[in-house]
């Protein structure tokens, strides 16, 4: 095996790693789970590889046991043909699984405290050790090509020693056959595996069975394969304490016999090696003398391989250290001083006194001034580890305390200075040590990055959201493989680590108050334990009883829900108390910066400015079917805006529709989508608007008719029509697609302007939802399958139509949409692909556009060359005012349009209301760079001009669609509404 890196030119890498030409993606059963002994799966019974023989392009499936795959030339056209699939599986029956493929990571079994059972000592807690650390560091290519009886890998891996034995296994080469590009050890760090390692497994599958490259896509999707996987180990402690303090009858237990698991695409295929399970009540080495000390093991009776032993010591360092910290803190002794009483060791002793004395351990911290929505803590950890000849005594004592700032907001958690101290080797370098930990057990030190995606998790987890992009890369462009592409430290060995994760914990414990007992500690644990602290998915103590089940539980919830509607539909809410408002400084800079994001996801100065007038200070107004709303004032002045709204007083009207007064709100404002807003971006939300700078600015008088003037009346609409629950994942849909989902459904309320509402202005529900409706004058078009566009959208436009401001099969965002998508330029770009994803999901869109689509397109285009031969006097208005910038003539122009007419959505939907608009308002594409804007021709058109060639328009560019009626009148409505003046001329 080779570890060499690449030149940045890729000289020293194989063409056929270089420039792969096909593409795959792997279909996973639908269950599929290690449970810490066995790997469980469902069966593959059959396969109809016709669903996917009619696709455009070659496509091969790849199947190997339980692996499956397809394989095709582009990225895209392997994801369409990986959903038109059709398998039958067979659920694995009596294998362990029970329908989720998370159960074994994340379950209270694993991770709760059970020390209130009364058969237990009083000190008794389980430690886990998950199988992958995470997904990947950045989304990338995995490229695999196994032939000649030679294996090349192009990888992103943790633990290419690991991943090379794996690959042994499936292929029978031995080590020298087998080559990993960019597996340099200047990426390892000795915690564990990621799921690059499964996406170097599935590549080299696939490859093996066809005989050439392939590439695989390596993101956040992977992190599937991670709660599969769950944990790697798992290790109980129990113990003692006598009244003096001292720890008696120490009993540790480590359940699993490896804390290295194979790759899923191993289990999967039949390839992974067996193993012979052996029960060993041997004297594990501990650092510390206790009375009555157990130790116990399960373990390979073959023995394990050197990375499994390191691997091993770290994870028994982070139990043993976890543990003492955890009884320290039960029983009221210094952490520090607990160590050191049961340490008979004149090395260690001297070596935790030293580092003590280096960090001030004990003293109280220097008064500062800490914002609120930052915690801060301290924690200890201390190893011994054998030398290089596996002696004990000769071995490195190490002592580490670390110092950690977690944002209670946004759960980022940095390590802001660590000491530590080691009595043998070489000095201990500890600002690469830090860096390591950073980046391996905490995720990102950068703002809003943690490592396991989450719904409301901004960008996807990985060390890099930039143009690395996600699950819709350009696939005929090769894969970067260049230098570079990781930035993470040079390896450290095992004794350098091993008290590294234990301290975290501890210095976490410290801060919070709520026990991590498996890592690693990403930012979205760590801020749904802050939001639950009792949520044993954290292993937080909780020291109440066990919740009942059954009928109890169900009454409970029955008079919740009629306690809830009736306080909804009480027509009075009372005020909450203003507060002084808060500081610009007051919160954190990473607090204020995702709230920044909150912000421009919600488009909140979209509808909170007036035309003209001061970013988020209100009076634009809305024209409904019940008379003209103006928003609000929504910076910080006390006595026009929000600057004396406490946090409650926000929250409630965002998740209630309540205001600080406690009058009722109206729905314009929709508080219906904002309500699924997370608490942490809630919270980001707040501070990011009290840092902005006051705008005094009183909002006009709402004008509505009787009855809907009278605010109290809402109470009941709300009864009926709004949920305030907040949004909730669905357990059997992507990652990517929830995250689409929360955007959609919540922070964008995608469905307030494209939803049909009923006579009560509320939002239809179920086959309606997403069908399209007139907004200010304008069509929202359907985001569902009842969509008019003339080239149906793929999940690969619409993102292009999202993140940059138009599609070469659709045209460019204009309108009401133009500044939506100007504020999704602010979103990492794995958000605007989620929305994309979701969006094409309704739609029953495919990944990319076919070559059958852009015949489609050329097709129309050609349609549309010339307009028809009696319509003469929308011809003369098209070519005079139209052509120079709607038809390829060959003359150069600064100003031509990139899409043809003939592909806008606009002139194929059932109303002329957005043609008309184009033409009386014009279009505006700051967004969209190269595009120049369209003017307005409302004072040089008459209505009757407007007419006129808005009919041209349908009949030239949409000749297949039945002819518009009552045009006229829709403009002369149109312009009133815009209140513009007619031509003079006729």
Known sequence: MSDRQPTAAGAELPKALASPERFGVVVRPPHYAWDGEHFASDHLVAIERDSVAGLPGRIEVVVEGDFVAVVADSLTAAQDAARNLRLEWRTASGEGHDGSPAMVAETARELANEASSRALPPHRHDYGWPSRLRWGDIPGWVVADCSDHCLTLWVQTLTPEALSQDLMALTGLPAERITLYGASRARASGLGRHCGDDAAMDATLMSRHLGYPVAVWLDAAYDRDRRALGQAQRITLNANVAKS??????????????????????????????RRIVTDDRALFSPYAFRKAHHAERRDAQGADPHSEGLAEIQQAFARESFLDEVARDTGQDPLALRLRHLDDARG?????????????GEPPSPTITPPDRLHGRGFAYAQLPDRHQRIPEGVRSAWIADVEVNRVTGEVALTRLVVGQDAGPEVDT??????????????????????????EWGDGSESSGSHGGALMETTTPPETGAGSTSLPMPLHEADLSPGVAVIANALFDATGVRFRQPPFTASRVRRALQDPGNPLQGADNGGPARRSGRRWLKVAALTAVASTAAMAWPWKGAIAPIQRPAANLYSAETIERGRLVAAAGDCAACHTAEGGRENAGGRAFETPFGTLYSTNLTPDEGTGIG????????????????????????????????????????ALYAYLMAQPAVSAEAPANALSFPFNM???????????????????SPTQSDLYNRGAYLAEGLGHCSACHTPRNAMGAERRGEHALAGAMVDGWEAPPLNQLSRSPIPW?????????????SSLHGVASGP??????????????????????VAVQMGAPAGDSDAISAEASALLAAARSGPSDMEEGERLFEGACAACHLDTGTPSFSSAKTSLALNTNLYSEHPDNVIQSILSGTHAEHVPGVGNMPSFADSFSDSQVATLTAYLRARFAPDQAPWQDIASRVATIRQYNNNTPSPHP
């Open 245 to 274: 303090g001292e720890i008696t009858d120490y009993h540790y237990h480590q359940e699993h016999a490896s804390g290295n698991i194979a790759t899923v695409g191993l289990w999967l295929c039949g390839k992974a090696p067996g």
């Open 349 to 361: 002793t001297e070596l935790i006194s030293s580092v003590s004395r280096r960090a001030r351990w």
């Open 431 to 456: 600002s690469r040590l830090q860096q390591t930990l950073q980046a391996r057990v905490l995720g990102s030190a950068r703002p809003l990055l943690g490592h396991t995606p989450a719904f409301d």
């Open 644 to 683: 004396r709204w406490s946090y409650a007083a926000f929250e409630r009207a965002m998740r209630h529709g309540i205001g600080r007064d406690g009058r009722h709100l109206y729905p314009a404002f929709p508080y219906t989508a904002f309500a699924k807003i997370s608490d942490a971006d809630m919270q």
């Open 711 to 729: 605010r109290p009346l809402l109470a009941g609409w709300n009864a009926l029509y709004h949920d305030p629950r907040p949004f909730e994942p």
């Open 794 to 806: 793929s999940e690969a436009a619409l993102y292009d139509y999202l993140r940059h401001g138009g």
């Open 817 to 838: 949409m133009a500044p939506v998508v100007a504020g999704l330029g602010e979103l990492p770009e794995y958000d605007v692909r989620a929305l994309a994803h979701y």
